[in-house]
């Protein structure tokens, strides 16, 4: 069962709260479940693990290839999976047009290509970026997807339709910059961080209807602090506070603890900015990135109350900690890479260097593990494949043809689904697709499909 499922009530005549107590108390002792849904960023619980044991080792363009989809226009949405169903968002170039993509994880045929909304005056971005990089949430009949401040909408994943919208999430992402944090659900709800130049703030929408339940600002006296100081690109998570459970939100300038009503239980100030990376968390500790110049690695016990900057941090490392990739923590050990290619391995309770390794390419997607082996994803489609453990042990280097490759890859059965600029793959080993026919589907332009429907009504 996904946190998704988890936070509805309609499934199981549970309160969503106490579930995710339930679930959360005994962490990290819980076992992935097999099978689970890839709801959001990073997997069933946000940490980059699954519970595939045949993903494929070795692949490129001519193996292992079950299918492979072009995806029109541009986005580093993740895909996230549901049932038969892949969704990942896209948008034009210039941010004018924004787009929600399903395509069936058998097939790799386009279910829906849904116009969602149009943008008059769109911010510039940098190229690095795009105007679809926030990762969609799904559960059971309906996905959210998220464009910053341009738009939220729920669609009934049956019928595409739009359910609800909220387009007054606004805040000021920097012209350059563009937007990235991603939606989680959270207790029932859509949790978004708003942390932008002009407002910062973490918002909760209910998920049936897109009201806002609760809206909590962030606490820090931002007066003396630059405008640019103030953004922040991550997504929440959900820890275990004694008997209850607590959502941890990185910002700008501070991380932050709120319990499931949006009231802030403790807060701890940083130099940071810009801050991407998921946070991870295991052995009583808290691992985040807390800055994008110069990023750093904390780890943090995640208790106490109101301002605990000066008393709750264990341990710090600052060399070739990543910008981008979200920290794994496997047993006792974090995985880390940096943009530039720097793996690291550390001791998770004390920070000891484990290991470092040079890896080639750049870095911005998170890694995977599948209690095997680690995946390591670079920007040109190239894929290192490590085996845990004190050393650091190449199994295999896979590459697709050179295309841009930032969207942090999902999870189906033991299957990859990797997002590169141009297209969606479903990678799986020969014995896996040996029933299968390998097939490029090419989707038709949404504007070609109602002149295809005009045509069939009036025979024009």
């Known amino acids: 069962m996904s946190f998704s499922a988890l936070s509805t009530q309609r499934e199981t005549g549970i309160p969503s709260s106490l579930m995710i107590a339930l679930l959360l108390i005994t962490l990290p002792a819980v076992e992935l479940v097999a099978d689970e849904p890839w709801s959001q960023f990073r997997g069933p619980h946000g940490n980059g693990h699954t519970t595939a044991e045949n993903l494929p080792l070795e692949w490129d363009e001519s193996r292992h290839v079950t299918w492979k989809t072009a995806i029109h226009d541009r986005g580093w949405s993740s895909p996230v999976i549901w049932g038969d169903q892949i969704w990942l968002t896209t948008a034009t170039r210039d941010g004018h047009r924004l787009f929600a993509v399903c395509v069936n994880k058998h097939t790799g045929e386009i279910v829906h290509d849904l116009h969602i909304f149009d943008v008059d005056d769109p911010m510039r971005i940098t190229d690095e970026n795009t105007y679809a990089t926030p990762t969609p949430v799904i559960e059971e009949g309906r996905v959210f997807v998220h464009f910053g401040t341009y738009g939220t909408a729920c669609l009934d994943t049956a019928t595409g339709d739009t359910l609800w919208t909220r387009r007054d999430l606004n805040c000021d992402h920097e012209a350059g910059a563009g937007p990235a944090s991603s939606p989680t659900l959270i207790d029932g709800k859509l949790v978004v961080h708003v942390d932008g130049r002009d407002v910062q703030y973490i918002i909760a929408l209910d998920s049936e209807t897109g ?165 390591l994803f670079n920007e040109d489609a190239t894929t290192t494949v490590i085996r845990p453990g004190p050393k650091a042990d190449i199994v295999a280097t896979n590459a697709l043809d050179t295309q841009p490759l930032l969207a942090s890859p999902a999870i189906d059965g033991d299957a990859l689904i990797i997002r590169t600029e141009n297209a969606l793959y479903r990678i799986e080993n020969a014995e896996v697709t040996s029933n299968r026919t390998t097939s490029v589907t090419t989707p038709v332009p949404l504007r070609s499909r109602r002149e295809c429907l005009t045509f069939i009504r009036t025979g024009d």
């Open 211 to 375: 009201k806002t339940v609760w809206k909590t600002p962030r606490s820090i006296d931002f007066t003396d602090i630059p405008v640019h100081h103030r953004k922040a690109y991550c997504m929440p998570i959900v820890i275990p506070r004694g008997d209850g459970v607590q959502i941890i939100s990185p910002g700008g300038r501070a991380l932050y603890a709120y319990d499931l009503h949006g009231k802030e239980l403790w807060r701890m100030q940083h130099r940071g900015w810009s801050i991407a990376p998921r946070p991870v968390y295991g052995h009583g500790l808290l691992f985040t990135i807390i800055d994008r110049d110069d990023p750093e690695l904390w780890a943090v016990r995640p208790d106490g109350n109101g301002d605990v900057t000066d008393t709750r941090v264990v341990w710090k490392e600052s060399k070739g900690m990543p910008q981008r990739c979200s920290p794994l923590l496997i047993d006792d050990q974090l995985y880390l890479v940096n943009r530039e290619g720097i793996a690291t391995c550390l001791k998770a309770e004390t920070g000891k260097l484990v290991w470092k390794k040079r890896l080639r390419g750049k870095f911005s997607a998170s890694p995977i593990y599948d209690r095997k082996h680690i995946y």
